[in-house]
């Protein structure tokens, strides 16, 4: 029998918080933390940023050596096994792994270099020999490894906005292989700090912008704008089951359930009948029906084919489920990319204890094509919550589900 | 240059990199990685520093020359002339 995982710890910084509290609250509280920035080449866009301290964790020294991403990893990291409360001077390093989901890496800082290079009139002899480092894949996951001393495996799952679901997944899966025994997993991004994911949305007509930074993106709303890109990072500490009760740790919720799959059907645009598959596997590996579920997060971006995709496979699955309610998170943040995953299931998390279904946020006139019973639209809804279903999907058409269980003892 | 002036500018590198140190307590005479937690990336990004804030060459062979602030001073002062 494969052994069962709980998440124990939540370590996260997002443009609503800088710890799972906060976030709740803020969420509750209808806040927006979304704001102009001013970017490279392309001025002033609506984004989310995080405002956690840098140096809480780190050294100003690695902080400068290594990258955004690394940094918003070694935080959430430390702020997980706090949270958590364990302690890690007395836990063998050998057998933790660290699994950070990410959209992707190394734009950021290729993109610096790049403007140096060009402000070093091209003498390639400027170029920075921490490039190498910085853009190796594993770097946000590695960071970790050098600043917690952790010697067991440490990557990262490249799985673009599906990914901060798929580090949680590969942290219960090497779990449930005894691998390790604890593992700090989930995803991050550092995307607002290159110019070209912008352009690149904006060439695409799926920028989200607005004179009000907070009106910039509104997913399911039938002026939906588009994506606001944002950074930040939720990393959870997970552990067996018996590990946690055996030190007596509170308990988030448990994993019962997951699934990956893939569209193999285009670049960008999704398949809401791969969506569907997704959720109905991820609900048969928990053992559960459509029925149980108390909330659907939706990835909903805020670009119409993302949303009326997604809204006909969660259709689909849940509109004959009269106690499923469904929400969706970017409204709020934007779009965390890497982290997107994790972080809006951390926005959910919480229900379990204060039985509050959160808003989706800027629906004012919900685009006609939208079915969904249920969606949470004007204000929260108290409801007893047992079961969170947090969809993630991504470029390429890799689709993610994870179904999370109150604990109960 | 004056000497002094020579030290000044390797000073502001070096506190540039090890940017959780405290120099003033640097003795000159000695290791600088005896005193302050500098690693191989370190010196190099001192070598970097030094090409482009003063467009002089380190090379490789020379690293070791670098070891102490006044090894710094004494190799890097008719460069800094030139």
């Not at chain 1, 149980?292 to 009326?308: R, W």
Request: hydrophobic share 35%.
């Amino acid at each position: 029998m494969k052994h069962r995982i709980v998440i124990t710890g939540v370590g996260l910084t997002c443009p609503l918080g800088n710890n799972i509290q906060d976030f709740r609250k803020n969420l509750l509280n209808d806040e927006s933390g979304i704001r102009h920035i001013d970017i490279r080449h392309m001025g002033k866009v609506a984004a989310g940023i995080c405002d956690f301290d840098e140096k809480k964790h780190q050294p100003r020294k690695m902080r400068k050596r290594g990258t955004r991403a690394g940094s918003i990893s070694i935080y959430c990291a430390n702020e997980a096994l706090l949270d958590a409360n364990i302690e890690f001077s007395m836990v063998d390093k050998d057998r933790v792994g660290v699994f950070v989901g990410i959209t992707e890496h190394g734009n950021v800082e290729t993109e610096n270099e790049i403007h140096e290079l060009y402000e070093n009139e091209l003498d390639t002899g400027l170029w920075s020999h921490h490039h190498n480092p910085r853009t190796v894949a594993n770097a946000p996951a590695g960071e970790v490894s050098l600043n917690l001393g952790i010697t067991g495996p440490v990557y990262t799952i490249g799985a673009a906005c599906a990914a901060g679901n798929m580090g949680l997944i590969q942290g219960l899966q090497m779990l449930q292989l005894e691998e390790i025994d604890l593992a700090l997993a989930g995803g991050v991004s550092e995307s607002t700090d290159t110019f070209g994911i912008f352009a690149a949305f904006n060439a695409q007509g799926a920028l989200g912008q607005h004179d009000d930074p907070s009106l910039s993106t509104r997913p399911l709303d039938i002026n939906r704008n588009g994506i606001v890109v944002s950074e930040g990072g939720c990393l959870y500490t997970l552990e067996r089951l018996e590990d946690a009760q055996k030190r007596g740790a509170k308990i988030y919720g448990e994993i019962i359930g997951h699934h990956v799959n893939s569209d193999a059907s285009d670049f960008v645009l999704p398949n809401a009948q791969r969506q569907t598959e997704c959720m109905r596997k991820a609900m048969r590996k928990a053992n559960i029906s459509a029925n149980e579920i108390d909330i659907v997060n939706l990835h909903a971006t805020g670009t119409k084919a993302g949303d009326i995709q997604e809204a006909k496979a969660v259709a689909e699955v849940f509109n004959s489920c009269p106690e499923t309610y469904i929400n969706a998170t970017k409204g709020f943040i934007g779009h965390c990319m890497g982290a997107a995953g994790s972080v809006e299931l951390a926005g959910n998390l919480l229900s379990f204890e204060d039985n509050k279904i959160h808003s989706c946020k800027n629906i004012d006139n919900l685009d006609p094509e939208i079915n969904l019973n249920n969606l949470v639209q004007n204000g929260s809804v108290d409801k007893k919550v047992e079961i969170i279903l947090n969809n993630s999907f991504g470029m390429l058409g890799i689709n993610s589900c994870v179904i999370i269980k109150k604990f109960n003892n | 240059m004056q000497t002094s002036e020579v030290r000044e500018k390797i000073a502001d590198i070096i506190s540039d990199i090890a940017l959780d140190e405290d120099l003033s307590t640097l003795d000159d005479s000695q290791p600088l990685r005896d005193q302050l937690d500098l690693d191989s990336m370190d010196f190099l990004d001192i070598v970097m520093e030094l090409k482009k804030r003063h467009k002089i060459e380190v090379p490789q062979e020379d690293y070791p020359r670098l070891a102490s602030m006044d090894s710094c001073v004494e190799y890097l002062a008719p460069k800094f002339v030139q």
